[in-house]
């Protein structure tokens, strides 16, 4: 078998098995806030999530041409096949390793750090698309404050709106009405983040001349959607004992305000083609309701924890690609 073919079959064997990890992965952030106030119980959840990545990740494809195109310029990537393997090994590393200490951190900044690493340790600094990496960091840096933000916002106004309201009756409703946000929520999650995967694979099929412009195949979008809803049938635990609990003790309306800033910042992102961390823009939209109801109610030192991790991801992942980069070279 031909080298280069064979480097692509495992190339789409990797990236369907992170868009699987990413499921369960980041999956449990899209839900977490429903489980925790007994919403939804988390077997419900866990299927209405899974079927909403799927619609979800079939109904766009800007965010997929993104990742194939600004990061890196495919069809100018020296060894590109091999760059993108190490890319998603050590993407996938990393996924893993922060899945089993419950850590919430971002799949999005563990792919595009690996891509950047691994092609950096292939062609040096000018093998990155500047302006794009630079577009697409921006976009995960504001995001996250921006949900901050609005998680505040809107909570404020529940505040307001619900004043009068008895407390009881008040938070039967919203936990009614959180079903409708978790799978809102969970649409947004496809929308975004099975995207990521097309990316990768389009890059590949590129690299390895399979196909000569950056469109996303149907084969493509739907294998990744595929994969996407089966992970997240699998759940992750873990993490939504994190987002769910850790930050703050969430009531319903609570729960309904970060889902409904999140699923807004995440589609909005989607709209104009830009990957954002949907693990980031939900803790910090779920960071901005608490503030808003009580900054002393917010358990600072998980945030603190989750703040740590976010930083470290992006440069982490890069130099882990990069020393699978040598690896795999040796080899292929």
Not at 149 to 157: H, K, S, T
Not at 212 to 229: E, F, H, K, R, Y
Request: charged share 10%; with cysteine.
């Amino acid at each position: 078998m031909d080298t280069l073919f064979l480097i692509t079959i495992l190339v789409v064997i990797f990236a369907l098995a992170f868009d699987f990890i990413n499921g369960f992965h980041d999956t449990a952030n899209s839900i977490a806030t429903a489980v925790s106030t007994k919403a939804l119980k988390p077997r419900q959840a866990i299927i209405l999530a899974a079927f909403m990545n799927f619609v979800g990740a079939m109904t766009f494809t800007g965010v997929a041409k993104t990742i194939t195109k600004d990061i890196v310029d495919p069809f100018m990537l020296e060894n590109g096949s091999v760059v993108i393997l190490a890319a998603l090994t050590a993407a996938i590393f990393w996924n893993l390793l922060t899945w089993y200490y419950g850590i919430p951190s971002s799949s999005s900044h563990a792919l595009i750090g690996s891509i950047a690493g691994a092609a950096i340790a292939a062609a040096g600094f000018q093998a990155l698309n500047y302006e794009g990496f630079f577009k697409i960091l921006q976009a995960l840096i504001v995001s996250p404050l921006l949900a901050f933000a609005i998680g505040f916002i809107v909570y404020g106004l529940f505040k307001v709106i619900f004043k009068n309201n008895n407390l009881a009756k008040t938070n039967r409703s919203f936990r009614t009405f959180q079903i409708f946000t978790a799978a809102l929520q969970s649409y947004t999650h496809g929308t975004n983040d099975a995207q990521k995967a097309m990316g990768i694979i389009t890059m590949a099929l590129i690299a390895g001349n399979h196909q000569q412009t950056t469109d996303i195949q149907l084969w493509v979008q739907v294998s990744c959607a595929l994969a996407m809803g089966l992970g997240t049938s699998i759940g992750g635990w873990k993490i939504i004992k994190t987002v769910g609990g850790k930050i703050m003790k969430i009531r319903p309306v609570n729960g309904v305000a970060a889902d409904l800033s999140s699923a807004m910042i995440i589609f909005g992102a989607t709209v104009i083609h830009l990957p954002v961390s949907t693990t980031h823009v939900i803790s910090s939209s779920i960071l901005g309701v608490g503030t808003s109801h009580r900054v002393k109610g917010v358990k600072w030192d998980t945030a603190q924890r989750m703040l740590i991790t976010w930083v470290i991801t992006l440069p982490v992942s890069a130099t882990i690609a990069a020393i699978c980069y040598y690896i795999l070279n040796i080899f292929f």
